[in-house]
């Protein structure tokens, strides 16, 4: 269960904290409207947050095509920047013997 306590000053902040020590702050907010500490009895399951998303099979074997394309390019660019340092370093050492 969350506790959403209100401060004014620090030293409340500060009394706030000590007095409810044995429960796990898991959010604070300083916002226009005041300043607040959430507290948690039951972190594991206050904090935990699942997110199901649903992705049509066409669009996700359209997202794998896509990234393994990516993937591929972005090995070739590291591969060609290979390639262009090593030729820069042939043309410095012909210039400078």
Known sequence: MKFVIE???QSDRQSIMDSHSHMA????HNTTQGN?????????????Q??????????FGS?????TLLKAQSQANSD?????????AEIILAINP
Do not use: C, G, M, W
Not at 25 to 28: D, K, P, T
Not at 50 to 59: A, L, M, N, T
């Open 7 to 9: 401060y004014t000053k």
């Open 25 to 28: 702050l898991i959010e604070e």
């Open 36 to 48: 607040f500490l959430i507290f948690s009895d039951n972190y594991e399951e206050d904090t935990k």
């Open 50 to 59: 699942i997110i199901y998303v649903s992705v049509p099979e066409e669009e």
């Open 63 to 67: 997202l794998k095509q896509e990234n």
């Open 80 to 88: 060609r920047a290979d390639f262009h340092e090593e030729v820069l």
